[in-house]
């Protein structure tokens, strides 16, 4: 216990010094993304891999692994677990459930098709990646294989793509309609393959019939009784006319509380944060929750979960063997599957070319989401280090390919008109 006691300060340290040296990489690569047309979450995407074995550790072996030894990483990865349930409760708050009802035969078609073509392609893809070796856990049986390939091919950088549309002022437009509420019933429908992947890859029936039965009453309770009860929490906003420092300890302990259930039925800890999110009423408390808490978790906590994704992630790995074969498939076939099924699920539905070409960019953007779930992947032994990795590349490519042909296709003197 003294031994402990005396290694504390020297952990505590060790991780401000770490989180000095995330940040001011972070803020500088996210600056540069500004700099050629990116969304500074690419930048801070990238920072995370560049302070790992990718660039780092390939340069300064041994000045990276004094910097994030392994002692210390607890302190860097609980960190990045609360900002990762914190993020997932602001994009839960900026959930609106209304956007579906205007084009809801369109979002709805694109969004069965972008779940449904990257599931088929799975189903492919599954097949030869689980023969490869060396790229899922040992004992992972072909459907498991293809639960997972088909929710990290499905899912949609939501919230990436909500912060893109309003910045480019297209909030209430048809497009920024029709891609956010597309986008966001794939994430939910990917999420969805997810915790049925954890929960069956247990190999314990009794933990599976947990995990359902738990989401089952989880999210009723969630939906009843605690949306019942975060209505009063409105009202005591409004009386107060401010967020006390009460308020907040009531919602910070109903994050907890709602993170620590559902990690305790055997689903990941960010269902919980975003599904309090979601039964949290649209109202001012909700605006000053995100205008208070989205700095702190944007700025200070969410680059150290891309640091903790950085420091698994080994792109030099592609360059052995046969692997950067599969990262070429992998990456092919996501574009395929989201970008081209997307695009021709739109134009079926009656959109025009420049709406059905716009949907499918977007769309095809995976950021911070899909790194979420391949963490969750790889912490639950479902995936190995080479397979997060190809994956990892596919993040970047697919959600740098976003920004600037959307910014392309807008420069088009008509497009403007015919995206309204």
Not at 128 to 144: C, E, M, P, R, Y
Not at 233 to 260: A, F, H, K, M
Not at 322 to 337: D, E, G, K, R, Y
Request: proline fraction near 4%; glycine fraction near 8%; aromatic fraction near 8%.
């Amino acid at each position: 216990m003294e031994r402990n006691a005396e290694q504390l300060p020297a952990g505590v340290s060790a991780f401000f010094i770490q989180l000095l040296v995330i940040l001011a990489v972070a803020r500088g690569v996210g600056a540069l993304a500004l700099q050629i047309g990116q969304p500074r979450v690419v930048g801070e995407m990238i920072a995370g891999i560049l302070l790992g074995p990718t660039l780092f550790g390939a340069l300064a072996p041994q000045l990276q692994q004094q910097l994030f030894a392994p002692e210390y990483r607890p302190y860097l990865n609980l960190g990045a677990q609360v900002g990762i349930g914190l993020y997932m409760f602001l994009v839960g708050l900026d959930f609106d459930t209304g956007m579906f009802k205007s084009r809801a035969r369109s979002a709805i078609a694109i969004s069965v098709s972008g779940i449904l073509v990257p599931f088929l392609m799975a189903c492919l893809l599954a097949t030869w990646l689980v023969s490869h070796g060396g790229l899922f856990a040992d004992n992972i049986s072909w459907s498991q294989a293809t639960l997972f390939l088909g929710a990290a091919i499905g899912i949609t950088a939501f919230p990436m793509l909500a912060r893109v549309i309003q910045e480019q002022g297209l909030a209430n437009s048809k497009i920024g309609t029709l891609v956010l509420a597309a986008g966001a019933i794939d994430d939910v429908a990917a999420w969805c393959l997810m915790a049925l992947l954890l929960a069956s890859f247990s190999g314990d029936d009794s933990l599976f019939v947990k995990a359902v039965l738990g989401a089952v009453i989880f999210a009723g309770l969630m939906l009843t009784l605690v949306r019942r009860y975060t209505v009063r929490l409105e009202d005591w906003y409004l009386r107060e006319t401010r967020l006390t420092p009460r308020l907040l300890l009531v919602i910070l302990l109903l994050w907890v509380v709602s993170v620590s259930t559902t990690e305790w039925i055997g689903l990941h800890a960010v269902f919980g944060g975003f599904v309090l999110g979601v039964v949290m009423p649209r109202g001012l408390l909700a605006s000053h929750l995100i205008k208070r808490l989205q700095p702190v978790v944007l700025i200070a906590l969410v680059p150290l979960f891309f640091t903790v994704s950085g420091l698994k992630t080994d792109l030099s790995l592609l360059a052995e063997g046969t692997l950067w074969q599969v990262a070429l498939a992998v990456i092919a076939a996501s574009i395929f599957a989201k970008a081209v099924a997307c695009y021709i699920a739109a134009r079926l539905c009656g959109e025009n070319h420049p709406m059905a070409l716009a949907v499918g960019i977007l769309m095809n953007a995976r950021g911070m989401m899909e790194l979420i779930l391949l963490n969750i992947a790889l912490q639950n032994g479902v995936i190995k280090a080479d397979l997060f990795s190809v994956l990892v590349l596919m993040t970047i490519v697919t959600t740098m390919m976003a920004t600037p042909l959307f910014n392309y296709l807008q420069r088009r003197p008509s497009f403007r008109q015919q995206i309204q």
